[in-house]
C-alpha cells in the first residue's frame, strides 16, 4: 500500500518568514496529493490540493509542488502569518489494491513566532 | 449544507464497555471513510464504505472494531470490549466521489468524535 512520509515534524518561522513542508509517497500510480490544516481540536481542512497532471499550483499565499519522477511533493507558505500556526498534512491516493482512502502523513506543527 | 455531523463530540467509557460512534455524511455525499486521530499523530485510514457496503477495511483492527453505512441512517463505527489503547480522536470523512476518482472530489471531514476509555 501507499506510505507517505512528512518532514519536518514541527516547524518554527518568524512571522513574516516563508515555510515549507516536504512529503515523500510511494506508490507511483497515486494521482491526488492534497494537503489539509488541522487547528488545535478541529476538523482537518483542504487547503489545497495538486493532481498528477501539473507540476505546481498556487493560491494566494500557498503554493504546492510536484516531482512524480522523485514523487515527492511540497507545501509552501510565504508572509506567515500568526493564524497560519496549526498541524498541516500532507496526503497521498491510495489507489490500487482495493484501499481508496488517502494515506497521511503525521504531519508538521507549523508554529509561527510574533 | 450542514456538512459531516458527527456524535458524539465526546465519549468516556470504562475498558469492556462498548463504544457507538455516529457519522452523517454530507448531502450527496455517498461515500463515507473513517480515520483516526492518535496524540500527536497523524490521520490512520480505517475503513471507506458505500451505502450497505464495505468497500475497504484494510485499516480496521481485526477483532472489536466494525463499521456499518446501511440504507438510512448515519454510519456507525462501533468499538466492543474498548481498552486504553482505544482513546483516540475518531474523525468521519465523506466525499461525493470514490478514490480512485479523487481527482474529481474532495475530503470533506467532521469535527471528529473523542473518545476516553478510563
Known amino acids: 500500500g501507499e506510505n507517505v512520509e512528512q518532514h519536518p515534524s514541527t516547524l518554527s518561522v518568524q512571522e513574516g518568514d516563508s515555510a515549507v513542508i516536504k512529503c515523500t509517497y510511494s506508490?507511483?500510480?497515486?494521482?491526488?496529493f492534497p494537503w489539509y490544516k488541522q487547528e488545535l481540536g478541529k476538523r482537518p481542512q483542504l487547503i489545497i490540493d495538486?493532481?498528477?497532471?501539473?507540476g505546481e499550483k498556487k493560491d494566494q499565499r500557498i503554493a504546492v509542488t510536484l516531482n512524480k519522477t522523485a514523487k515527492h511533493f511540497s507545501l509552501h507558505i510565504t508572509e506567515t502569518q500568526p493564524e497560519d500556526s496549526a498541524v498541516y498534512f500532507c496526503a497521498a491516493t491510495a489507489s490500487g489494491g482495493g484501499a481508496d482512502g488517502l494515506t497521511f502523513g503525521k504531519g508538521t506543527h507549523l508554529i509561527i513566532q510574533p | 449544507n450542514a456538512g459531516v455531523m458527527q456524535n458524539p463530540r465526546h465519549l468516556v467509557r470504562r475498558r469492556g464497555q462498548e463504544a457507538r460512534l455516529r457519522c452523517s455524511p454530507m448531502?450527496?455525499?455517498?461515500?463515507v471513510y473513517w480515520y483516526r486521530q492518535l496524540p500527536e499523530e497523524g490521520l490512520k485510514f480505517m475503513v471507506y464504505?458505500?451505502?450497505?457496503?464495505?468497500?475497504?477495511e484494510s485499516g480496521m483492527p481485526k477483532e472489536r472494531f466494525s463499521a456499518e453505512f446501511p440504507k438510512e441512517g448515519p454510519s456507525i463505527l462501533r468499538i466492543q470490549q474498548v481498552v486504553r489503547g482505544d482513546s483516540a480522536a475518531y474523525f468521519c470523512?465523506?466525499?461525493?466521489?470514490?478514490?480512485?476518482?479523487?481527482?474529481?472530489?474532495?475530503?470533506?471531514f467532521g469535527e471528529g468524535s473523542r473518545l476516553t476509555v478510563l
Open positions: 495538486i493532481r498528477s497532471n501539473v
Open positions: 470523512a465523506s466525499s461525493r466521489t470514490s478514490g480512485r476518482a479523487m481527482s474529481t472530489g474532495e475530503l470533506f
Open positions: 448531502k450527496g455525499h455517498s461515500h
Open positions: 506508490d507511483s500510480a497515486s494521482n491526488y
Open positions: 464504505l458505500q451505502k450497505e457496503n464495505i468497500i475497504d
